[in-house]
């Protein structure tokens, strides 16, 4: 029993360690389907995102090209000196606290192809004084978006430009 537990501990333990598949020009990633050869931007444990980000369109992994379709959960939360970033057309989804607690973040384009923000997207961004959407005013309201992730978000306080 004691083996097993111990056997069982060492494999938890390795699976806590890495929290992505893999890393390519300092940006960290997960591979959300090998079929559709998508992926999302994630963290790694202690690294912390800084200065200004561009997240791409595609990632290229072993000679295949994969597309970024999200930025994950927390993916820069806690970034403290990020400070711009420009999301790559292609991604759908801001994930819950995606940006949270970055308080040296400015300015972000996101591209018209996002269609939902999670919860806390941009919470404590204080900050956040620009957002240039590369859509027009209703594409941006269709957006899907819950109370938490604008109500007392930094992004209701921001100034929207709609590039579209």
């Not at 379709?69 to 420009?86: E, P, Q, Y």
């Not at 996002?114 to 919470?123: D, I, L, P, S």
Request: net charge negative; hydrophobic share 35%; aromatic share 10%.
């Amino acid at each position: 029993m004691r083996f097993f537990t111990t056997l069982l501990f060492v494999f938890m333990s390795a699976l806590i360690a890495k929290a992505y598949d893999f890393e390519s020009n300092g940006i960290y990633y997960n591979i959300l389907s090998s079929t559709d050869k998508t992926v999302e931007v994630t963290y790694e444990g202690n690294k912390k995102y800084s200065g200004d980000i561009v997240i791409p369109t595609t990632v290229n992994l072993n000679g295949k090209e994969l597309t970024v379709v999200a930025i994950g959960k927390s993916a820069f939360s806690g970034c403290d000196k990020l400070t711009d970033v420009v999301i790559g057309d292609g991604v759908e989804t801001i994930g819950v606290a995606a940006f949270a607690s970055c308080p040296n973040l400015a300015n972000v384009t996101i591209p018209d192809t996002v269609t939902t923000f999670g919860n806390n997207a941009f919470n404590s961004c204080t900050s956040l004084k620009d957002v240039y959407y590369l859509g027009t005013e209703e594409q941006w309201t269709d957006i899907k978006k819950s109370s938490s992730s604008i109500s007392g978000d930094s992004l209701s306080r921001a100034t929207i430009h709609y590039l579209g």
